[in-house]
């Protein structure tokens, strides 16, 4: 069953005017540590790509913060929810600590699709409620 959806589109100049102002604190900021790690080795190649990467992590968390119905509030937070990939490539949700309990209690599994071009990010993430296990 749909337990909610969320879309999210960001300009990606905006996240390099924040990194800009406040450099790599950002993105620690925003960023859980694994997807910390792939944004360092993306910007170490290619600083767009690090721009790009982050900035579709962003509107992954927005959407995501919209899809599940929480916002940006206890037990979501920036750091809670990471979108990594995959070995296909897929981008997946993977959620940590309390927001993995909220979660699990609650029977969710998100999607999330994610596209940028050179002006802009987008996310979507679809949030599925399943059925708990009969005893």
Known sequence: MIYGI????IRISRIAEALDRW???FAR?????DELQRYQHRAARA???GVRYLATRFAAKEAFSKAVGLGMKMPMT???MQTLNAP???PVVVT???LQAYMAQHHLLAQVSLSDETDYAVAFVLVE???AASA
């Open 6 to 9: 969320g879309t999210d589109i």
């Open 23 to 25: 450099g790599e604190r």
């Open 29 to 33: 900021q925003i960023l859980g540590e």
């Open 47 to 49: 600083p767009v790509r």
């Open 78 to 80: 920036w750091r809670a």
């Open 88 to 90: 296909c490539g897929r």
């Open 96 to 98: 940590s600590g309390t």
């Open 129 to 131: 409620q399943k059925q």
